[in-house]
């Protein structure tokens, strides 16, 4: 059974850092991209970032660019958001979801974690 269980949900004020952490299980990550999702309230769901099952390829949301960076430890199934310079705009639930390739896109991801909510106030 593939899970996805991310970490690190958190209430910050607006220009604090958080690292969120996505841990699978049932597949193999060496083979796997995975990427970072968000929803806030009332919109849609917007690609954040995603890296390649190598980690030698990272994509990147416009309105993270320069601010987060994600990365993957493979030893340990584990994948990281490191998110800085938080702003009001990022207040949202965080998904993590693996793909076979890493493409900004949501339909392209077949597996889903449940989600982590992250608060930035002003």
């Known amino acids: 059974q593939v899970q996805l269980v991310e970490s690190g949900a958190g209430l910050v004020q607006a220009g604090e850092s958080l690292t969120l952490s996505c841990v699978v299980s049932?597949?193999?990550?060496?083979?796997?991209?995975v990427g970072w999702f968000r929803q806030a309230a009332e919109k849609e769901r917007e690609f954040v970032a995603t890296i390649s099952m190598t980690g030698s390829v990272t994509y990147y949301g416009n309105p993270v660019k320069g601010r987060f960076t994600i990365s993957r430890d493979t030893a340990k199934n584990t994948v990281y958001l490191q998110m800085t310079g938080l702003k009001p705009e990022d207040t949202a639930i965080y998904y993590c979801?693996?793909?076979?390739?890493?493409?900004?896109?949501?339909?392209?991801?077949?597996?889903w974690g449940q989600g982590t909510q992250v608060t930035v106030s002003s």
């Open positions: 979801a693996a793909a076979k390739y890493p493409r900004p896109v949501a339909r392209d991801y077949n597996y």
């Open positions: 049932g597949l193999t990550l060496a083979s796997h991209a």
